[in-house]
């Protein structure tokens, strides 16, 4: 199957600090890239989609000055958190979309293996 | 919008028997997708099994099946013979199918499925 990847896995950083968390799809391309938080025991919450070439749509009460998206090639998308607070210490997920079946029209999302961000 | 409702945020079954876990949903889209996803301990999702909307037929992977009622938008997933690695988190997601629609995926809350040996 396909590989995303998300670097780095752990980052603790200060709070007023910017923090970059990469996506990278290994083995294929990805148009669409999509950003989700997790919080603990709790479920994942989609926070935007990363459009390759274009601006980030994002999710209703997501801010996106605090929360930039970048997807400059078909494998890399970044988030940045930009003046990090305590409160956004959490478990980001990113997800990347083949190109899909050209037949069924379907097409599948690969999870990256997500990473623990800690504000202190 | 679309919503997706896991009402057992816990489970538990004994290794080697069969457990069922239950969600419904709610759209006004003909068209979609359903899946199953776990989550282990490591925090990678791991797609487990998915259905489209337009097959009458449940799908079927290994050990893993669901009951798929779409008039009464129902999406169980079934796990036989149960084994200790299938202790993780499922969630229980929905995808437009729309030419042109959102492929952006809707999540239940999940349950903590326990395996006790």
């Known amino acids: 199957g396909a590989v995303v990847s998300q670097h780095p896995s752990r980052v603790i950083c200060k709070s007023g600090t910017s923090v970059k968390i990469e996506c990278r799809s290994l083995d294929f391309q990805a148009t669409t890239m999509f950003w989700y938080r997790q919080f603990p025991k709790k479920s994942l919450m989609l926070m935007a989609t990363s459009n390759e070439g274009s601006k980030a749509t994002y999710e209703q009460g997501v801010e996106k000055d605090k929360f930039l998206i970048n997807h400059a090639s078909l494998t890399l998308s970044t988030l940045t958190v930009t003046s990090a607070h305590p409160e956004d210490s959490s478990f980001y997920i990113c997800?990347?979309?083949?190109?899909?079946?050209?037949?069924?029209?379907?097409?599948?999302?690969?999870f990256g293996p997500g990473t623990r961000l800690t504000v202190l | 919008a679309q919503t997706v409702t896991q009402s057992q945020p816990e489970m538990s079954v004994q290794e080697a028997e069969t457990v069922t876990l239950s969600c419904t949903y709610d759209t006004s889209e003909s068209d979609y997708y359903l899946f199953w996803y776990k989550q282990p301990p490591s925090r990678q999702m791991i797609l487990v099994i998915r259905?489209?909307?337009?097959?009458?037929q449940n799908a079927t992977e290994n050990r893993f099946s669901v009951n798929f009622q779409k008039a009464a938008k129902s999406f169980s997933l079934k796990i036989s013979d149960s084994q200790l690695g299938d202790a993780a988190m499922y969630f229980c997601?929905?995808?437009?199918?729309?030419?042109?629609?959102?492929?952006?995926?809707?999540f239940g809350k999940g349950t903590k499925l326990t395996v006790n040996p």
């Open positions: 259905q489209e909307a337009y097959k009458q």
């Open positions: 997800s990347a979309r083949d190109w899909g079946d050209y037949r069924s029209g379907y097409n599948e999302q690969f």
């Open positions: 997601a929905y995808r437009s199918a729309l030419q042109g629609g959102s492929e952006k995926l809707v």
